[in-house]
């Protein structure tokens, strides 16, 4: 099938995100314009950053986006595992009980819990995890109950996007069914929401429902490709206030911080969010839809609702995983004549392979695409600024495996 005989079929998928956009893009414009957004927030500050207006005013617009009652956005936090780490410290203290109920957490996060043994690890702080499996990748809600009526859990973890697992990822409905569930049993127990790749995706956010605490990164959708750094937190006061003190300092919070002048790009990158991870899924779209046909297990399917910007490809084999990401490599911007090759990274396990031909390095709101050396095989793609860099990207990618 030709390309333009393949974007017409796919026309009604990419209208139904494109009216999402909408919904999102005046989200957006209603908090800039609702917290007044002036030419003066773009100002940088340095030093403790005291009374550093754009800062303040971007965790305000966050705030209202979100519909929480408080922001922590920072270009302090290296990464989406970083602003993770930094709430989870804020929040468990020696013997108290991390829960996640999707499983193993992404790879970055086993050294930072204690799963892999580390001096600086949660469990070295003496507290406890345990963590209840998906089911058919679905809440496993009748092991969650009956797990907190046993057991005094101060944190519950959620992560909504898939990781390096080959699971479905968490839907907003589903996030309000097993909140709901959890608040008959425990009004008490922190509900902590690892929304990494998942922002502007649907027209809701956890905080709206019922989560106490969402977490994720400016490199991946909400920083627009713009943003070079940083991380957010949003949620209850009293709880942002413990995670601004973990960041800084005991004592002083939200007041320091400086912005050192990217006040500019962390705006300006969540105006253009909505577009750009609108773009994002279309890519993804047309990937999976082309993948399918040529006979590969995509997740999710074309014609599946999205819950994030990641598209997995189940290859089955080592070979063809490698060339298909060297491919996408080969459709980058930026070091499009490198050649990936799978090699140790920190945090992981397995080997990893990964195209990332961004201006920042590591944004997986770009086109880019890994994933670990192990059985089955699964490429994980995600990003592009626009859909028009992401669909050459991928007509490359698909010609690379083609050459096997």
């Known amino acids: 099938m030709k390309i333009d005989d393949i974007e017409k079929k796919l026309m009604p998928m990419f209208k139904k995100y494109e009216e999402i956009e909408y919904v999102n893009s005046k989200k957006v414009m209603d908090a800039f314009s609702f917290c007044n957004v002036s030419e003066a927030?773009?100002?940088a500050?340095?030093?403790y950053g005291y009374g550093d207006l754009g800062r303040d005013t971007l965790e305000q617009v966050y705030s209202h986006i979100f519909k929480s009652e408080d922001a922590l956005v920072r270009v302090q936090f290296i990464s989406g595992t970083h602003a993770i780490s930094t709430a989870l410290f804020a929040l468990l203290r020696p013997g108290d009980l991390l829960l996640s109920i999707t499983g193993r957490p992404y790879d970055t996060l086993a050294s930072v819990i204690g799963i892999v043994d580390n001096?600086?690890?949660l469990k070295a702080f003496n507290i406890k995890y345990e963590e209840i499996e998906l089911v058919n990748n679905s809440f496993d809600i009748p092991k969650i109950i009956d797990y907190l009526k046993k057991n005094?859990?101060?944190v519950i973890e959620i992560q909504r996007s898939i990781g390096y697992s080959n699971r479905k990822s968490i839907s907003i409905e589903m996030l309000e069914e097993v909140i709901k569930e959890i608040r008959k049993v425990d009004q008490d127990v922190i509900i902590m929401v690892d929304n990494c790749y998942c922002e502007f995706v649907s027209t809701k956010e956890?905080?709206?429902v019922g989560a106490d605490l969402c977490v994720g990164s400016l490199i991946k959708n909400l920083g627009g490709g713009i943003a070079s750094n940083g991380g957010y937190i949003v949620g209850r006061r009293d709880l942002i206030r413990l995670c601004s003190e973990r960041l800084n300092v005991a004592g002083e919070a939200k007041e320091v911080g400086p912005s050192l002048g990217f006040n500019?790009?962390?705006?300006?990158g969540?105006?253009?969010?909505?577009s750009v991870v609108t773009a994002s899924i279309k890519t993804g779209i047309l990937a999976a839809f082309i993948l399918e046909e040529m006979g590969y297990e995509v997740n999710p399917k074309w014609n599946e609702d999205k819950v994030d910007i990641v598209t997995s490809i189940i290859f089955n084999d080592k070979d063809i995983l490698i060339k298909f990401v060297q491919g996408v490599q080969s459709g980058s911007a930026i070091d499009s004549s490198s050649l990936p090759i799978p090699a140790p990274m920190p945090g992981y396990d397995d080997d990893i392979i990964m195209a990332s031909g961004s201006f920042t390095q590591g944004s997986s709101i770009e086109l880019s695409c890994d994933g670990p050396l192990r059985e089955p095989y699964i490429a994980y793609l995600q990003g592009s600024l626009t859909y028009q860099y992401g669909k050459i990207g991928?007509?490359?990618a698909i010609e690379n495996i083609k050459k096997i």
């Open 270 to 274: 969540l105006y253009m969010a909505p």
């Open 41 to 43: 927030c773009f100002n």
């Open 45 to 47: 500050s340095t030093g």
């Open 394 to 396: 991928v007509l490359r």
């Open 152 to 154: 005094k859990v101060k």
């Open 264 to 268: 500019k790009s962390l705006f300006q």
């Open 119 to 121: 001096p600086s690890s």
């Open 206 to 208: 956890p905080i709206e």
